[in-house]
């Protein structure tokens, strides 16, 4: 008996012979990697990350060698790089920058600030700006330096050129009871840095009796009421418009700038 034609076997799903299709070959060329590249590219990325961490902590190129200061007026470079005690010959990479911060502020209270950085490959920078004297509190023959903030941050045994002395001398009024003796101090500083600078360099001390009753004693016997230190810019040009009016004056009042006052002894 016969067997099934060519067209009868197509009919029943046979598989002709020939080549296959191109999708079929398309695919055959686009294989997943085999475990050998993927094995290799772990290895190399496990190497190059222990290769980084052995630079940054265990080689001898990025230690910590030297430490730069800049900045200083009043303090030396060794009393900061004693201050700050950086950890040399460690790892760059490991030395605490906000810790060598922290412990210059501690122990040099004359620092008002310090930029710790990494200068890249062997040297930690220390950039030091001082707090500035803008007045002084005399207590027991010694100088107690204080600040534009009012903060005491330093005692020397002389007396600064050209920095005006505190007279802290409040009274009983409600303001001298609120503000206390560190706000009344700070407030007079800030009538300090109000000053123009020519009346500045002539102020020998400020007497504070209260928040609103400041009063500048000059050289050459001169007196300056001054008040709080609200309004402090216009008090300040209405003290240079009566001292070039009035150069004769012993005695200004500003502490009401749109009503001065000028006296003579």
Do not use: C
């Not at 099934?4 to 060329?29: I, V």
């Not at 009043?74 to 911060?101: F, K, Y």
């Not at 609200?230 to 004769?248: F, H, S, V």
Request: proline fraction near 8%.
């Amino acid at each position: 008996m016969a067997g099934p034609s060519p067209a009868e076997r197509g009919a029943r799903g046979t598989t002709p012979s020939g080549p296959p299709p191109r999708f079929l070959r398309a695919r055959r060329r686009f294989r997943l990697p085999g475990r050998r590249p993927l094995l290799v590219t772990a290895v190399a990325v496990t190497l190059l990350g222990a290769g980084a961490v052995w630079l940054l902590y265990g080689s001898s190129w990025l230690r910590a060698e030297r430490v730069r200061v800049a900045g200083t007026t009043v303090l030396t470079a060794e009393e900061v790089r004693s201050a700050a005690d950086v950890p040399l010959n460690t790892p760059m990479v490991a030395v605490d920058t906000a810790a060598i911060e922290h412990r210059l502020r501690e122990r040099l209270p004359r620092i008002a600030k310090v930029d710790v950085s990494r200068s890249w490959p062997h040297t930690i920078s220390l950039v030091v700006t001082e707090r500035r004297p803008e007045a002084i509190v005399e207590e027991g023959g010694k100088f107690h330096e204080v600040d534009a903030a009012g903060v005491r941050f330093s005692t020397v045994s002389k007396r600064p050129k050209g920095v005006p002395v505190l007279e802290m001398e409040p009274d009983r009024s409600p303001s001298s009871r609120h503000f206390g003796p560190a706000g009344l101090r700070r407030e007079a500083v800030r009538v300090v840095t109000q000053l123009p600078e020519k009346v500045r360099q002539d102020t020998r001390s400020l007497r504070v009796r209260s928040y609103d009753s400041i009063t500048l004693e000059l050289t050459g016997g001169r007196t300056i009421s001054w008040g709080s230190g609200e309004r402090g810019e216009a008090k300040a040009k209405t003290l240079t418009a009566l001292l070039k009016a009035q150069p004769d004056a012993d005695h200004f009042d500003v502490s009401a700038p749109s009503a001065p006052a000028v006296s003579r002894s």
